[in-house]
Structures are given as structure tokens and as C-alpha cells.
């Protein structure tokens, strides 16, 4: 929305919008890095790639209200810190191509964990779901800068 107009008796009232629509951008912009950045030192970490793409990935969309808080196939059991394992031997290896399954979703034996230990060397806040983790930890931050870059931040 560029402008809004109104007219009420003899009074005739037109907002530019346009400076709202630049701000708010730039405030969508800068929350999504926030939220990147104040989640990595919850996420596990042996040699950053894991990381690396997942701030890739968000890096590519920054700005769109989008944020990978995990990437690529790892992503999703790593970020819930539950134990997959393929679905026809129960190996956390899985083969080329075979389905990984939750562990607690097999239905033979295997050595795998139910849930994921992090190690906590690189990162000692290393946990699943960092991003509610982030939240907790930063979250007033991140509304302080919204509005401080979207133009309320001085009074809130």
C-alpha cells in the first residue's frame, strides 16, 4: 500500500505509506538475522557444516519472514534430537535413497537412541528445538529491534 486518501465534509486526508512498507522491510530483514544468529549457539556443532547451511539456506531468504532454524536431510531429526534409523535394517546409517523412520517408529531391534545426545564441546548449549531455545533467551531483543527499525521502538 503506497497511499491511503480519505475525505470526510471538506477535509481531505492523504497518507503516504510508502516510508511504513521500507521500514517494515528492513525490520523483517534484520528480525530474521537476529533470530539466526541468536539461535547458532543452541544448535550442535562438530564441523559447522550442519550450521554453515542452514545459515545459508536462511541467509538466501532473509527478509521474507523465513528462517531454517535446520537444514538439509540431518535437519529435521537433529532439530527435534529424536533418533532415525533406516527403515528396513534399524542403522542410523541409512542406505542410499532407503526412508529413515523414528526410532521409536521401528518395528525391530536396533542400538540406536530414542533421542539424540549433543555434544556440547563446540557449543555447550547445544539442544534440540533451538530455536524455542533463542526465543526464550532472546526474544524480548528481537521485538526491541523490530520496533526500533519499524518506528516504535523508542517508547516500547
Known amino acids: 500500500m503506497k497511499s491511503f486518501s480519505t475525505v470526510k465534509g471538506n477535509v481531505n ?6 516510508r511504513f512498507k521500507r521500514q517494515f522491510q528492513r525490520a523483517q530483514y534484520q528480525l530474521d538475522g537476529a533470530v539466526m544468529e541468536s539461535m547458532v549457539p543452541f544448535m550442535p556443532m ?3 557444516s550442519f550450521i554453515n547451511t542452514t545459515c545459508a539456506a ?20 537433529l532439530y527435534e534430537g ?10 542410523p546409517w541409512a542406505r542410499r535413497g532407503a ?13 540406536a537412541k530414542e533421542r539424540l545426545e549433543y555434544t556440547r564441546q563446540a557449543h555447550p548449549k547445544a539442544q534440540a528445538e533451538w530455536f524455542e531455545a533463542a526465543k526464550k533467551a532472546d526474544e524480548k531483543a528481537w521485538i526491541h529491534l523490530v520496533k526500533e527499525t519499524a518506528g516504535g521502538g523508542k517508547r516500547g
Open 82 to 91: 529424536k533418533g532415525m534409523v533406516d527403515e528396513q535394517t534399524g542403522s
Open 58 to 77: 536462511s541467509a538466501a531468504v532473509q527478509g521474507s519472514g523465513v528462517v531454517y532454524a535446520a537444514y538439509g536431510p540431518q535437519g529435521r531429526f
Open 13 to 18: 486526508i492523504t497518507l503516504d505509506m510508502s
Open 99 to 111: 526412508k529413515k523412520v523414528l526410532v521409536s517408529q521401528y518395528g525391530g531391534k536396533t542400538r
Open 46 to 48: 562438530i564441523t559447522g
